[in-house]
């Protein structure tokens, strides 16, 4: 199971740092990242950290994210920065056992309940 914490209401250039906690003992193993859905779009991948560490970003969040994971506290957090209104979704941590990230939802079998993200102008 995987449980989203951080999202809230932020202003257009704030940051904000997202944490998904996993239960389970072969966190270390499982490949984590994130996905957005905004309000009437499709769910887009944003960010993937492998389990031996390697990042893939989405164009939308390159540059302006970081991902990364305590394999010892079974979490992985984003951090997000120079925020837009654009960013504004549900944004929802996602747990595969493949071996690399991979921008496809289907290719995820866990999934968070996601947590609100909201940027005023």
């Known amino acids: 199971q995987l449980a989203e914490s951080g999202g809230g209401l932020v202003q257009a250039g704030d940051s904000l740092r997202l944490s998904c906690a996993a239960s389970?003992?072969?966190?270390?193993?499982?490949?984590m990242g994130w996905f957005r859905q905004a309000q009437g779009k499709e769910r887009e991948f944003v960010v993937g950290i492998s389990w031996n560490g390697r990042i893939r970003f989405a164009d939308v969040a390159k540059g302006r994210s970081t991902i990364s994971r305590d394999n010892a506290k079974n979490t992985v957090y984003v951090q997000m920065n120079s925020l837009k209104p654009e960013d504004t979704a549900v944004y929802y941590c996602v747990a595969t056992q493949r071996v690399g990230v991979t921008t496809l939802a289907d290719d995820y079998e866990s999934w968070g309940q996601g947590t609100q993200v909201t940027v005023s102008s």
């Open positions: 389970g003992r072969l966190f270390s193993s499982y490949t």
